[in-house]
């Protein structure tokens, strides 16, 4: 492969990836307000068309299944560094005294859910089967091709 058929699949991809972003935006934002049907670009495949419609609809599940903790991430995260370890036993008994976890009990999440803070912010997303194994293999594909073509000494090099 050349590396202006590399550039030409590249921007190819990009742009693809793009449109299959703002469908996905476009759905879960009808989903979440109530709004009109989203009709897909012509130019996405229908695999990638259903892979997007199921990201959508976990991101729709996950959006109405929220989960409140009672932390303040913002006071937490200014309190931690990224030197935090883990294994500083001190500095560990430190932080649990200035933010102690939330002591509800242990909660399963099994399906899509959103983790907030205790002002509602969101800090985590949890979507179990959001990408389809389709969309995996894909990625993995990407990134070996990606892979391969940095590293295959060309000619004059």
């Known amino acids: 492969m050349s590396t202006c058929d590399i550039k030409i699949?590249?921007?190819?991809?990009?742009?693809?990836?793009?449109?299959?972003?703002?469908?996905?935006?476009?759905?879960?934002?009808?989903?979440?307000?109530?709004?009109?049907?989203?009709?897909?670009?012509?130019?996405?495949?229908?695999?990638?068309?259903?892979?997007?419609?199921?990201?959508?609809?976990?991101?729709?599940?996950?959006?109405?299944?929220?989960?409140?903790?009672?932390?303040?991430?913002?006071?937490y995260s200014e309190l931690i560094s990224p030197k935090n370890t883990g294994h500083n036993d001190e500095k560990e008994e430190k932080l649990l005294e200035r933010c102690p976890p939330d002591h509800e009990g242990t909660k399963l999440v099994d399906k899509p859910a959103t983790i907030l803070d205790a002002l509602g912010t969101i800090i985590a997303w949890y979507l179990p089967d959001a990408l389809t194994e389709t969309t995996q293999v894909h990625n993995v594909d990407c990134y070996s091709m990606d892979i391969e073509y940095q590293m295959v000494p060309t000619e004059g090099n």
Do not use: H
């Open 9 to 75: 699949w590249c921007t190819w991809a990009l742009a693809i990836t793009y449109e299959a972003g703002e469908y996905t935006k476009q759905k879960f934002n009808a989903e979440k307000t109530g709004g009109e049907p989203v009709i897909p670009s012509p130019n996405l495949d229908t695999d990638l068309v259903m892979a997007c419609d199921r990201l959508a609809d976990v991101l729709i599940k996950a959006y109405k299944n929220p989960i409140k903790m009672q932390i303040d991430i913002a006071r």
